[in-house]
């Protein structure tokens, strides 16, 4: 493994963790993150919670699970490459999607309209909040005490409201600071991810074509290549192999820019990032060509009726389960119960924790008792 560039995140000028702990023996500080969240019951939800697709519509769509791991391999990659601490990226990676709701983006509006006058709900800062304080599997403290830069890296959005509660965690918010390379990576990861994998997921679904992408041009340009080396690829084979290069097409761009960008800033340390625009990007061209597949994929596949009517089915199961739960909390779990006294932020922790299924159980047990 390469030698750490003098900027990247390391044991050594981390801001540690909020409750003091022995040092690993055999792992570094942030491998040691990363088992945390390998380990946490909020990451094994993953598996059963909404990427596009509900998950009951067929076993080969992503889900959250999927995707996050999809996401660790893209930022550790990119990591190791510009010789940026790859355990740290692939931490945060895994964990960036511990706070989403059942049923994707439409569960978390709806969860957020529930919560307008209590605070809110942002799936961002509910990772944070699980990795700070939800998860129970320490007998020293709540949550999994990751070292605050795993945490800074988690919390991608923050309102200024919010980031002044959060003392030195939110201070970039309020003044124009950068978080690490590491947790740049991650955002960029995420996207590539996301974009790439709903246009396998979308065309495996059937609700956008071949036809339809031969206008993008990212995709267009990538099937060409594709024909013209395997005239006689068609099928899975060629969206699988035009995926495949679309990815190594923006990796391999975002490498390259990232690395001009690094240096020309002429930072030396992790201060230096922080201090600097962020560094973590694509060329221009390519980054027009994402954001002409992310206009695509929201005009097609997002906002395809398929796709809407099953979100506004999830959108009533949080509603109900919300209004349910909080006029009468007896209904909740036992657990929940106790944590009740904390009012509607209890109610939105129990319901964002659900997978898509137990969400669609607990309704039915509560609505319709005889179609259980």
């Known amino acids: 493994m390469p030698e750490l560039a003098s900027y990247a995140v390391g044991d050594h000028n981390s801001k540690g963790r909020a409750y003091p702990e022995p040092p690993p023996k055999v792992r570094s500080e942030f491998q ?25 519509e067929g076993d080969l769509f992503r889900t959250r699970l999927t995707h996050s791991i999809e996401v660790a391999q893209i930022a550790r990659s990119v990591a190791r490459a510009l010789r ?9 990676a895994l964990a960036h ?18 919560m307008k006058d209590h605070g809110g709900f942002e799936h961002n800062l509910q990772s944070l909040r699980i990795v700070d304080a939800l998860e129970e599997r320490y007998a020293a403290f709540d949550g999994l005490n990751l070292m605050f830069e795993t945490r800074e890296g988690i919390l991608k959005h923050c309102p200024p409201e919010r980031a002044r509660e959060l003392g030195a965690l939110g201070a970039r918010f309020l003044d124009d600071r950068r978080p690490s390379l ?18 396998d997921d979308g065309l495996r679904s059937g609700l956008i074509t071949l036809e339809q992408l031969e206008a993008v041009s990212l ?14 690829i068609a099928g899975r084979r060629l969206i699988h192999e035009t995926v495949r290069r679309m990815i190594d097409a923006q990796v391999t761009d975002l490498l390259a820019e990232s690395a001009r960008r690094i240096a020309a800033a002429g930072v030396a340390t992790l201060d230096d990032v922080r201090r600097a625009p962020a560094l973590i990007a694509f060329t221009a061209p390519m980054h027009d060509e994402n954001r002409a597949l992310k206009r695509f994929l929201r005009g097609a596949l997002y906002s395809h009726e398929r796709v809407l009517r099953e979100t506004d089915k999830g959108r009533r199961v949080i509603e109900d389960l919300f209004r349910a739960f909080s006029a009468d909390p007896g209904l909740l779990p036992l657990q929940s119960q106790a944590a009740s006294a904390r009012g509607p932020r209890a109610v939105a922790d129990h319901i964002a924790g659900m997978t898509d299924r137990y969400a669609i159980s607990e309704h039915r047990r509560l609505f319709a008792p005889a179609q259980r």
């Open 219 to 232: 995709f267009a340009r990538h099937a060409a290549e594709t024909r013209a080396e395997f005239p006689a």
């Open 97 to 114: 999607d511990l706070g989403h709701t059942p049923f994707g983006h439409a569960g978390q509006d709806a969860l957020n309209a529930c």
């Open 182 to 199: 590491e947790a740049q990576i991650c955002n960029v990861a995420d996207e590539i991810a996301y974009n790439n994998h709903d246009v």
């Open 32 to 56: 040691r993150d990363r088992d945390r969240i390998v380990h946490s019951t909020a990451f094994r939800r993953l598996e059963y919670k909404t990427q596009v697709f509900v998950n009951h």
């Open 84 to 92: 940026l601490n790859d355990d740290l990226a692939e931490a945060i």
